[in-house]
């Protein structure tokens, strides 16, 4: 058996509800972690543009959906809401298509981790990958167009909390599933340098999550207390 099988049979049998407690770290090879670093071109210019792309598609639409709030300068431009959000959600979808794009080629270019060149490693990076579509597109379902590409902030409200799947089962599954994504794409394709990208991924995502999430409610408690006062 490889090591690579090995590994994937020992962490079959840990408790899932236990999560990372159970794992035993004084098993750790530390000659592997060493293999992944010595793996990754850091000046890589394929890798920094993969940087600077994860960094700011978030930056970016937190930036310009808060300054439409304040302003309504994108509805004024467009003249409609609506308008002016499907034309930044349209964006924002390019700027991602691009993001995955620079995440493909900095892996392309870099060498593979043979410790995940395996059948069982590809398998679990494709069920990964599976995981993560499922809470993408359900997000985008249950949220519609206008709530997946921040229409709050264009003053299109719902008319109520979303609750139902994958909500229910964890808050933000849109970022978390897109990050799921990353990840078992970088599983199949043995990928150290997709590691530390899809690493990356999961910490703007949480920044993110930090400024939009208190933003968001704020909207809507601005929209239930006008309410209250009609």
Not at 117 to 135: D, Q, V
């Amino acid at each position: 058996m490889n090591s690579a099988s090995a590994f994937l049979q020992q962490t079959s049998q840990l408790d899932c509800c236990g999560a990372l407690n159970n794992v035993d770290y004084s098993k750790i090879d530390p000659s592997v972690m060493a293999d992944v670093f010595h793996c990754i071109d850091l000046t890589d210019p394929d890798f920094c543009v993969a940087v600077l792309a994860i960094i700011f598609n978030p930056i970016f639409w937190n930036v310009v959906a808060r300054w439409e709030h304040k302003t309504r300068g994108l509805t004024n431009l467009f003249g409609s809401a609506h308008t002016a959000c499907y034309s930044l959600g349209f964006l924002i979808i390019l700027l991602n298509v691009y993001r995955s794009h620079s995440f493909t080629e900095a892996m392309r270019k870099q060498p593979k981790l043979e410790l995940l060149e395996s059948p069982e490693a590809f398998y679990s990076g494709l069920a990964i990958l599976g995981i993560g579509c499922l809470f993408v597109f359900s997000s985008y379902y249950a949220l519609g167009f206008t709530g997946t590409f921040l229409g709050d902030h264009f003053g299109i409200l719902k008319k109520e909390k979303v609750t139902g799947f994958p909500f229910n089962v964890m808050d933000n599954p849109m970022y978390w599933g897109s990050t799921a994504n990353y990840l078992g794409i970088t599983i199949m394709n043995a990928s150290p340098v997709g590691m530390v990208l899809t690493a990356l991924v999961a910490v703007t995502y949480k920044i993110a999550i930090g400024f939009e999430g208190p933003f968001t409610e704020e909207i809507y408690r601005q929209k239930t207390k006008s309410v209250k006062n009609k």
